[in-house]
């Protein structure tokens, strides 16, 4: 049993198409997915907002509530909640070159559009939280933007969206490139000095991705660490991730269990979950997994961290601070590399 509760996205069961070839495997259903989702044990889904309503641009603000409350209606069906909302700002060819930070002052004004729009659905699908991760907020050509422009920008873009909601929670995924070159906001640090500088900084938090801690050559476990010292921890996003190249969000703990036992470890001993905070996936499956597979890598995903959360269970704190006082580290780095193996 797991004291966890689980969070997953639909884009997390796609069709395997990326930038070098087309789909591997059909598209499946927001109810399929929601179906299966719940059938895995997960609690709640996460959203960009035109996985809620996709043809958003075209509709009016009252339009898109009204099709919210039908995604709403449908994970009611399911027994499942809505975690947050995340504004794709990405995809948009209004958007091609940043949202908040772009040159353009029309694109800027677009991003806030979506930014409030997706307020508007989440409060529809009953959360308060909304996903910032910042794709584009950043540059290709070095001189393109100033970074101390670009960092205000950021702030005022995260203050309108306090100011339009008075209780809703903004939370910035970081990342350091990809697709972006040189991201403004590369770091959970990044990420909690940004949260500092608003009007509001306790409704500012981070989502961790395992991932882009590794992209940005640190250690997921101490970056949940960092926002976790100021509770400003709002999500995770676990997968695993082989090294410094382009983002692969493999299933949690498939390349370096030990740094997942760490990641385990460090949510557990802090409390993570206590005030509703849920352990979200972002994995994607194998550009070769078959349709019957297509949900594989989140039962592997779930399996693994359950499996993590056993061994933390086990760990003998009083051995450990005992090796930490006498500084006997060798013999603490064998006792956790031990009882991963279990040997
Ligand atoms: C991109 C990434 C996104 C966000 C959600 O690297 O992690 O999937 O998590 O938009
Ligand atoms: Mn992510």
Same mark, same amino acid.
């Given at each position: ?29 927001? %109810? ?29 603000? %009252? ?47 677009? +991003? ?37 422009? +670009? ?23 970081? $990342? ?55 509770? $400003? ?72 961290? $359950? ?30 590399? $031990? ?5």
């Amino acid at each position: 049993m797991s004291q966890f509760k689980f969070s997953v996205g639909p884009w997390n069961v796609h069709t395997g198409a990326d930038s070098y070839g087309p789909e591997t495997r059909k598209a499946i259903d927001l %109810e399929t997915k929601f179906a299966r989702f719940r059938e895995l044990g997960f609690d709640a889904v996460q959203f960009h907002d035109d996985d809620v309503v996709p043809n958003m641009n075209d509709l009016t603000e %009252e339009q898109i509530k009204a099709e919210a409350r039908k995604v709403k209606a449908l994970l009611d069906k399911y027994g499942l909640k809505a975690e947050f909302v995340a504004p794709r700002l990405w995809m948009d060819p209004h958007t091609t070159d940043g949202g908040y930070t772009s040159t353009s002052k029309e694109d800027r004004e677009f +991003a806030m559009w979506r930014s409030y729009r997706s307020i508007d659905i989440a409060r529809e699908l009953g959360c308060d939280l909304i996903v910032l991760w910042l794709a584009r907020e950043g540059t290709l050509c070095a001189e393109a933007k100033s970074p101390v422009e +670009a960092t205000r920008q950021l702030v005022e873009a995260i203050n309108g969206m306090l100011r339009y909601d008075d209780s809703i929670r903004v939370c910035i995924e970081p $990342k350091p490139n990809e697709p972006i070159d040189r991201s403004f906001c590369g770091t959970i640090g990044h990420v909690m000095a940004v949260s500092a500088a608003t009007i509001d900084p306790k409704r500012v938090g981070g989502n961790l991705e395992s991932a882009h801690a590794v992209l940005a050559g640190l250690d997921p476990a101490n970056e949940m660490g960092f926002a976790l010292a100021f509770g $400003k921890l709002f999500t995770v996003h676990m997968n695993d991730q082989n090294g410094i190249r382009y983002d692969q969000d493999k299933s949690f703990g498939v390349e370096n269990l030990r740094s997942a036992f760490n990641q385990v470890k460090v949510l557990m001993d802090n409390g993570y979950g206590q005030n509703g905070e849920y352990v979200g996936l972002d994995v994607k499956a194998m550009r070769t997994t078959s349709d019957e597979d297509s949900y594989e890598h989140l039962k592997n995903s779930l399996a693994i961290f $359950k499996a993590m959360e056993e061994k933390v269970k086990k760990y003998d704190r009083a051995y450990a601070d005992e090796l930490i006082r006498e500084k006997k580290f060798e013999q603490l780095e064998m006792y956790v590399m $031990k009882l991963i193996m279990g040997i």
